[in-house]
Each structure stands twice: as structure tokens, then as C-alpha cells.
């Protein structure tokens, strides 16, 4: 089963600030996924990659597969962008090397941006 | 709207009931999720469902029970022999099993007393 470890767990940060979120994973994926989660517990789904990097306005996603690494950047950070984001891999079998399909998540990192 | 909604938001059992959660979308997505989401964890699978009348135990499936009799429906129950109910559940969709993008509804959040 992967193992996916998120660090920081919790992150304090001044409005305006470069924002990095890292998560790392055990096994070999075939894409990973960043989601947002709202004080009010919605989730939605910011970025699926497999390789390289993805922008969205100011959120920048990038992954080493190499490394089993990724990366979640936001710039110039807003008090808006506080949330939980969480770093999610597909769950692989072992014996198979196949994926069954849904995700394994870490805990999630937990963003305040202060004005 | 092409959603997923999950009713109701707040719910209150007492202990020895079981309670259905509702999911609902109209995606026309084939996969079907429940996850349930506890202070300080990550999210944890409780079943999912690849196909009408089809669904398959996940990490923590022991105390609930699903169906999915419609494309668009996955309820989930949660049953009395579920040993700490109080939680957040969520309820997602994808197109399909695996390295797709995964959509969520908004959560109900179950107390038990």
C-alpha cells in the first residue's frame, strides 16, 4: 500500500508570501492528485499530474517521479487561500501493480494566510 | 448544475440506529465513492463502486453498508455495529476507476450520541 506524508502539517504565513507544500509517496504512481479543502469541509480537486509541472493562476504544481516527490506552490499568497490542501496517490496493489482505482490521501496541510 | 450533493448536512443519531446517508450526482460518472474523514486523519475509503450493482469494500467497510442500484445514487448506511460513527463523510465521482479526477460533494457531517 503507498504511504503518502505531507509536510507541513500546519502552515502560518503573511499575505503576499511564496507558499510551499511538499508530499511524498512509497510506491510508483501513475498520477497525482492536490485538492483543496474549505474551512466548511468541501472539497475540490486543484490538480491531477503525472509528470512535470502544472499552473492554475497562482497555484503551481509539480512532481518528481523520480523522487516519488511533489510539490505544491502558491504565489503571492491571500487570506483566501487558506484551507487544508491534500496531497492524494492512487491506491496500488502490490502483487498486481495495478491500480484499484481510488486514492490514498495524507492528512493534509493546513494553510492560514494572515493580512 | 453538474454536481454532487450530499443531504443531509448536519445529522444527529442516537447510539443503536442506523442512519443512510444520501449521495447523488449527475455527472453520468460510473465510479462512486464514500470516504469518511476523522480530526487529524486523512481521508479513509469505506466503499466505492466502479458500475451499477457493483461496489467494493474499502480500508474501513466493517458497520456500514452501500447499494447502488442508479447510476446517479450511492447511499451509504451507517449501521448500529459501526463502533465510532461521529465523522465527516464524504461522497465523490470520477469518470472512472483510476488516474482520473476525483469530484466531491459537500459532506455530511453524522453525530452520534
Known amino acids: 500500500k503507498n504511504e503518502v506524508e505531507q509536510s507541513p502539517q500546519n502552515l502560518t504565513a503573511q499575505e503576499g508570501e511564496f507558499i510551499t507544500i511538499n508530499c511524498s509517496y512509497s510506491v510508483g504512481i501513475s498520477a497525482l492528485h492536490w485538492l483543496q479543502q474549505h474551512p466548511g469541509g468541501g472539497i475540490v480537486s486543484l490538480f491531477m499530474l503525472s509528470s512535470g509541472k502544472k499552473k492554475h493562476g497562482r497555484l503551481i504544481a509539480t512532481i518528481n517521479i523520480q523522487e516519488k516527490h511533489s510539490s505544491l506552490h502558491i504565489t503571492a499568497s491571500h487570506p483566501r487561500d487558506s484551507a487544508v490542501y491534500i496531497c492524494a496517490v492512487p491506491h496500488v496493489t502490490m502483487n498486481y501493480g495495478g491500480s484499484q482505482g481510488n486514492l490514498i490521501f495524507g492528512k493534509g496541510t493546513k494553510l492560514s494566510v494572515k493580512p | ?113
Not at chain 2, 78 to 84: F, I, M, W
Not at chain 2, 87 to 92: E, I, P, R
Request: with cysteine.
Open chain 2, 1 to 113: 448544475d453538474g454536481g454532487i450533493t450530499q443531504s443531509p448536512k448536519y445529522l444527529f443519531r442516537k447510539e443503536g440506529q442506523n442512519v443512510t446517508l444520501s449521495c447523488e450526482q449527475n455527472l453520468n460518472h460510473d465510479a462512486m465513492y464514500w470516504y469518511r474523514q476523522d480530526p487529524g486523519q486523512g481521508l479513509r475509503l469505506i466503499y466505492y463502486s466502479q458500475i451499477v450493482n457493483d461496489f467494493q469494500k474499502g480500508d474501513i467497510a466493517e458497520g456500514y453498508s452501500v447499494s447502488r442500484e442508479k447510476k446517479e445514487s450511492f447511499p451509504l448506511t451507517v449501521t448500529s455495529a459501526q463502533k465510532n460513527p461521529t465523522a465527516f463523510y464524504l461522497c465523490a465521482s470520477s469518470p472512472g476507476l483510476a488516474d482520473y479526477e476525483q469530484y466531491f460533494g459537500p459532506g455530511t457531517r453524522l453525530t452520534v450520541t
